[in-house]
């Protein structure tokens, strides 16, 4: 809490964390009434409500290629501008595909040098130790917002440290995408992951495989250990220790193993080994699978494509229910870091706290991908949020309600019911979530030996970490 | 003012002297190359050997001595037996490719025919090419639905036959039509192969073709007059002489595949289920995406003691090829 309260209130600075709220506000309130204008409205401003208090100097942003090619254009040109000529600071945004923003992260911390603020597509947790904590800045949001969502809670916060390390920019639901027509001819339903399991070979019998992917992909890794929570399979408990190898998590991970092993074997094909971050997006969008699970990329990928039948056959809904519950983790849970060696971390502060502030816009322009992680920064909170989802001009009319009531109820972070922890971190990127369900697939392991085989891994994983005192 | 002059010419007269030294020269002149090499190379590898030692994690560049506990820790790990176990398949089984396929295409190159340049040509090009540039090409060809290689089978008819030999040698059993190249275990380590001997082909060919280009024409003179032709003249004659340079070609192919990282990564990232791991994309994976920075430093130093081995070997046989 003292780093924090050391960055917000240097000697050197006359920047309160009053101040920074209210010129966030102001800032805010700016971008919220020019944001929607055309970019010819970019050169007026009125006077500048701080000018004896303004930022200055540059503050570089590190983000991703966001799926929704508009919502970058609309963030470079026109919100970042407007942001930055309101607030004396010349911003310069960077876009790099989501795979290489780790290594990237990790090149500028060896380096020391970089932008000023880096944003993360998954909680990156292993970074902590080099990110100023910004606890402050997230009470003082929520003072302003009210609470914050569950799945940004604890994608954010270090309940070792007792600091949040990261500032959770948005988050994105992972429904299920389906072609309606397909569903209705074989008469499968998706309420359960039993009702999958059954319909599976009568979907591949039309020639429309389900498409759920076991690769080393991050979106095998999100989809696998949400099948994980649907049979109570937890990884880890809420102290975050590994619990997978124990009592009803075992038998729930056995079961969830052997739930996606008949589905591949009845219903899917060897494709989903081989898969990419895209591959089932392109899969879907090529007319071959019948179910997905993913953000809603593919759904609005169909629209904007103009294939009209594609589009308006795909229908959303949530993850299947199992045994145990009925949620899934977020496809996306995007994370700013401030680097501890951040030239201009007071911009950088401002930066975020404005943008949560009134987050509206940006849940808009992003064509409902980004979710608040602070419900409160769109006025009516998830009320609204229902309605605009049902405002969508695209047909089925309304079809995109239903992310609301996922982001509600049954989205969660990596490492439910603990926190997204190094440990959590590692066994992503080390794919072993999906090395475990694949190996089952293919009948190189039975469900019991590849959940001992995980367990012996997840448990060095995590002692590893504790050792370095971040679980 | 002469008295000046005088000194300014010694000056320049020693320094004129000096650079006329064979010793001085030549330390000036390598100097640049050495202190490149130990910037780029010699302290980011000391550093490694001293990270590999420590419990540091992402960024730090520091942390607590922790002896040998970051290999104990790999080698316990079987994802990391497989990573250093593909490691030698990867760079064996492309090496074989390459050793026959560039003795065939020099020994075909070195002949004169027609469009013979727009041959050679093509063989180098894939030496040319960025290395990323063209895996990614090679992902295309074996894309899970639009794979250029399942098209070209399935218009020969062969893909069902293709599937059926997999099955019947236990290659891959189950394999479905169309095949997934990078799906399934085995298949993927054959493509990853593929990809490494394609890519190395050209060098070694060309080194090839060097070194059949620098065996004395009396030499072949002689074993004409003396009889030597066909297998023979190749077992006698040309692989003895070719031999040393040959060497080199391969232990240059070793020491590209064991360490590349691009081709793995871009076609697999791994999988299936870590089954096409190498150890520099595993070390990657645990030193840089999972910020254990030891760990993945001390997976990386696996592989040097058989580098060191394969380096050795190549000044030995290159300075063999240039007496000879």
Redesign the interface.
């Known amino acids: 809490m003292a780093d924090v309260v050391d960055e917000l209130v240097r000697p050197s600075s006359t920047l309160t964390r009053g101040d920074l709220l209210r010129r966030g506000a102001a800032g805010a309130f700016a971008v919220s009434m020019f944001g929607g204008l055309t970019d010819k409205a970019l050169g007026f401003y009125g006077p500048l409500r701080f000018a004896k208090k303004q930022l200055a100097g540059d503050l570089s942003i590190m983000t991703w290629a966001h799926f929704v090619p508009a919502y970058d254009q609309w963030l470079d040109n026109t919100y970042v501008k407007q942001w930055g000529e309101a607030n004396d600071v010349q911003v310069k945004v960077d876009h790099i595909n989501n795979a290489l923003l ?2 990237r992260g ?1 090149a500028e ?2 380096a ?1 040098s970089g932008h000023d603020l880096f944003w993360f597509i998954s909680p990156p947790s ?2 902590q ?2 990110a100023i904590p910004v606890t402050d800045l997230v009470q003082e949001v929520g003072k302003k917002l009210g609470p914050m969502t569950g799945v940004a809670r604890k994608s954010t916060y270090n309940p070792k440290t007792k600091q949040f390390y990261g500032f959770p920019e948005t988050y994105a639901p992972d429904p299920v995408q389906y072609r309606k027509s397909f569903l209705e001819q074989t008469g499968v339903s998706l309420n359960t992951w039993e009702d999958l399991r059954k319909g599976a070979p009568k979907l591949k019998a039309i020639g429309h495989p389900v498409g759920l992917g ?4 991050i979106d095998s890794n999100m989809l696998l250990t949400s099948l994980l929570y649907c049979y109570g399979g937890f990884i880890q408990n809420e102290e975050n220790r590994i619990v997978i190898g124990q009592g009803s998590n075992r038998r729930g991970a056995i079961e969830a193993l052997r739930v996606m092993r008949d589905i591949y074997q009845n219903g899917m ?8 971050a895209a ?1 089932n997006n ?2 879907f969008l ?1 007319g ?1 699978l019948s179910v997905a699970l993913n953000a809603i990329s593919i759904a609005r990928s169909a629209e904007n494509q103009g294939n009209v039948a594609l589009s308006d056959d795909t229908w959303l809904a949530s993850i299947p229910r199992g045994p145990a519950m009925r949620l899934g983790n977020e496809h996306v849970m995007g994370v700013y870091l401030i680097w501890k060696f951040a030239k201009n971390k007071e911009a950088a502060q401002k930066y975020v706290v404005d943008q949560m502030i009134n987050y509206r816009e940006h849940f808009l322009r992003s064509g409902y991908y980004n979710f608040p992680p602070w419900t409160g920064s769109i006025k009516g909170g998830f009320k609204t949020i229902r309605q605009l989802c049902a405002q969508d001009p695209h047909k089925p009319k309304g079809k995109y309600t239903i992310l609301t009531t996922i982001a509600e109820k049954y989205t969660t972070n990596p490492g439910h019911p603990g926190n997204t922890t ?1 440990v959590m ?2 066994i992503y ?4 979530i ?3 369900f ?2 089952v697939a ?3 392991a039975t469900p019991a030996e590849a959940i001992s ?1 995980f367990t012996t ?1 997840a448990q ?1 994983i995590y002692r ?1 970490w504790r ?2 005192g971040l679980v | 003012m002469e008295a000046q002059a005088a000194r300014a010419g010694s000056r320049g007269s020693h320094w004129r002297h000096a650079l006329e030294s064979r010793r001085v020269l030549a330390i000036l002149l390598i100097a640049p190359a050495v202190v490149f090499m130990v910037l780029v190379v010699g302290v980011p590898f000391v550093w490694a050997i001293y990270l590999s030692f420590t ?1 540091a ?5 520091s942390g607590n001595w922790v002896g040998f506990d970051n290999f104990a ?1 790999a080698w ?4 990391f037996r497989r990573a250093l176990r593909n490691t030698f398949i990867f760079t064996l089984g492309s090496q074989a490719i390459v050793l026959v396929g560039a003795a065939v295409l020099s020994n075909f190159l070195v002949r004169d025919f027609r469009g013979k340049w727009i041959v050679r040509f093509l063989v180098v090009l894939p030496w040319a090419a960025p290395v990323v540039l063209s895996t990614i090409t090679w992902l295309w060809l ?1 894309d ?2 639009y794979s250029v290689a399942n098209w070209t089978l399935a218009r020969l008819h062969l893909d069902n036959a293709l599937v059926w030999l997999l099955g019947a040698v236990n290659l891959e059993e ?3 039509v169309p ?7 085995n298949l ?1 380590l054959l493509a990853i192969t593929v990809v490494h001997a394609w890519r190395i082909l050209p060098f070694a060919v060309v080194i090839f073709i060097a070194g059949r280009a620098s065996i004395p024409t009396e030499v072949e003179d002689a074993s004409k007059i003396d009889g030597a032709t066909g297998v023979k003249k190749l077992w006698y004659v040309d692989i003895p002489l070719q031999l040393p340079i040959a060497l080199v070609a391969v232990l240059f192919g070793i020491v590209f595949t064991a360490a590349d990282f691009g081709v793995v990564y871009i076609l ?7 089954a096409t791991q190498v150890l520099p994309t595993w070390a ?3 030193g ?5 920075l030891g ?1 993945g430093a001390a997976i990386s130093l696996f592989l040097f003691p058989l580098l060191v081995v394969v380096s050795i070997g190549m000044l030995f046989f290159a300075r063999r090829a240039q007496v000879s």
């Open positions: 780790y290594s990790a911390v060896a020391q292993t970074f130790k080099q076991m690769s080393n992909e094909s060897d494709e989903v080994f081989a898969w990419t591959s392109q899969a090529a071959r190094p971190d590692e990127n080390t794919f072993l999906p090395q475990m694949a190996q293919q009948g190189k085989a891994k060095s590893k050792n370095q | 419990d994690i992402g960024g730090s560049l820790s316990q790990d079987d994802n074996f899970s639905l189950g394999a479905q095949l997934q190249w990078l799906g399934r275990p993927a697999t990232h791994g999988g299936p289920f870590n990657y994976a645990i840089i995406d999972s910020g254990s760990e």
